[in-house]
């Protein structure tokens, strides 16, 4: 069963960093664009950052742009967020994506979501 899983949530002060982990069993991330979306309390699902499939071409949303980072594993089989200076407005459960498309992802995949808390 095709599955994503996300790691590395959790509560982090004010200008702190976190990396977290989004993992595939059943498919293959590389084959994928992959985003990272953000849901906070009382708000919509927003999309935080993407990659392609083809070329690594990155996108970020404007409020994490220069804080956040996407990567993947040299075996394209991981794909990370790199998340820097954090704010307490970037509270908030994470999910990874895999779809078909860039940079709006046309999920195909989504994973559990892993919490964020940026608190003093």
């Known amino acids: 069963q095709a599955q994503l899983v996300e790691s590395g949530g959790g509560l982090v002060e004010p200008g702190g960093s976190l990396t977290l982990s989004c993992d595939a069993s059943?498919?293959?991330?590389?084959?994928?664009?992959i985003g990272w979306f953000r849901q906070a309390p009382g708000k919509e699902r927003e999309g935080v950052a993407s990659?392609?499939?083809?070329?690594?071409?990155?996108y970020y949303t404007p409020s994490v742009k220069g804080r956040f980072t996407i990567s993947r594993d040299s075996g394209g089989n991981m794909v990370y967020l790199q998340m820097n200076s954090l704010k307490p407005e970037d509270t908030a459960v994470y999910y990874c994506?895999?779809?078909?498309?860039?940079?709006?992802?046309?999920?195909?995949?989504w994973g559990q979501g892993t919490q964020v808390t940026v608190s003093s």
């Open positions: 990659i392609s499939r083809e070329d690594g071409s990155k």
């Open positions: 994506a895999a779809g078909s498309t860039w940079p709006t992802i046309r999920v195909d995949y």
């Open positions: 059943g498919f293959k991330l590389k084959y994928y664009a």
